[in-house]
């Protein structure tokens, strides 16, 4: 009878519900707009892998935005930015935060050091996804902090309108997967680096500081193995998935020249993996 009180115990203190906006303030540190829980939610080769709570939610936020909003007979989306589970991933997207013009001209003028430029980026990187839901699971800083910043079981969205070739498409309307489906197919990594021209579309990239590089490939050895279905032929750059479907991304490599893709590609399963078959 003790162990069964214990067991419910044990559940009532793990429950989502039980931890609201305003309880444990002091388990939090404010970050950009929103905050961030101290206390790591697991760790990659001893790295800590930090949850990002955006402005205004409680911390089991995406919960209350967990309806699935696919129609299933059309795989199209129903309406917006949507937060909802997504299916086995079978893609790992990567993609970059990139500042303004303006932005990168002030650091270029020397009113900003490097390191107060990259913090900008990820202030601005966390804002856009508190403010119109568009980011990826994980962000990695270029101090090597990783930050959560939703759980691998819910839809990111990063994509926005994308093919990949290798998804398999259920639903058998027209050459296009359309961004649904990529991004509910996938997971994805954001880095800080990067300064985006919005009126040329011109990017101009930094080198990866070492923390941030192995910061990136603690994290991908940890999602190889955790999914050994994602092969290495679909591990792709943001630029790859925009490719042929939006003006603007021939020729162009986001997350970057300097985005340790191969390094990458070769934690997971495939032709040219180091992976175990």
Request: with cysteine.
């Amino acid at each position: 009878m003790n162990r069964i009180y214990l067991i419910a115990l044990c559940v009532l203190i793990a429950s989502p519900s039980f931890a609201s906006d305003t309880q444990f303030a002091s388990d939090f540190e404010p970050l950009g707009q929103g905050r961030v829980l101290k206390q790591p939610i697991f760790k990659v080769d001893g790295i800590p892998v930090l949850r990002y709570i955006p402005k205004g939610k409680a911390p089991y936020w995406y919960e209350d935005q967990s309806r699935d909003r696919v129609d299933h007979v059309t795989g199209k989306q129903i309406d917006g930015n949507w937060i909802g589970p997504r299916v086995t991933p079978s893609i790992l997207g990567s993609t970059h935060s990139a500042g303004t013009k303006e932005l990168y001209e002030s650091y270029q003028q020397n009113n900003l050091t490097q390191q107060q430029y990259t913090n900008k980026l990820l202030t601005e990187a966390l804002t856009v996804f508190d403010e119109d839901g568009i980011g990826c699971h994980y962000l990695v800083h270029t101090d090597g902090t990783i930050y959560s910043l939703l759980p691998e079981a819910y839809r990111a969205y990063w994509a926005g309108e994308s093919f990949w070739p290798s998804i398999d498409n259920k639903f058998g309307e027209g050459p296009l997967y359309w961004c649904n489906d990529v991004n509910s197919h996938s997971l994805s990594v954001m880095i800080v680096n990067g300064a985006f021209d919005r009126e040329d579309k011109t990017i101009q990239h930094f080198d990866l500081p070492e923390p941030q590089v192995n910061s990136l490939l603690a994290l991908s050895r940890h999602l190889a193995h955790r999914y050994p279905n994602i092969e290495s032929k679909n591990v792709v750059r943001y630029s790859d998935v925009k490719r042929g479907v939006v003006e603007g991304f021939e020729g162009k490599q986001i997350p970057g020249p300097n985005f340790p893709m191969e390094e990458i590609r070769k934690l997971f399963k495939g032709e040219d993996s180091s992976a175990e078959k």
